[in-house]
């Protein structure tokens, strides 16, 4: 691929963003806030989430603070057990 091409590209996306980046970066908070409110009503906190799923608390941590994507495996785990936990 041409250099010139690539650059300008790249620099495109420096100046006015990603907009695909930005998408995701905002479904990944409002699932973030949807997993924690629904931990709240459960009476749930991240240590008991990463015990049901299987996962250390930081990863769980990284999830509810939005700095990390969740795989559809990770909502389907997740899904499951909120549904499971009363």
């Given at each position: 691929m041409n250099t010139q091409k690539e650059d300008l590209v790249s620099n495109w996306i420096l100046e006015n963003?990603?907009?695909a980046i930005e998408k995701l970066t905002?479904?990944?908070l409002a699932t973030a806030a949807k997993v924690s409110l629904l931990l709240t009503q459960k009476g749930l906190?991240?240590?008991t989430l990463a015990h049901l799923v299987d996962t250390q608390i930081t990863e769980v941590n990284k999830w509810l603070n939005g700095k990390h994507n969740f795989s559809e495996k990770i909502l389907?785990?997740?899904t499951n057990a909120l549904e499971?936990?009363?």
């Open positions: 963003g990603n907009p905002k479904v990944n906190n991240a240590n389907t785990q997740i499971t936990e009363s």
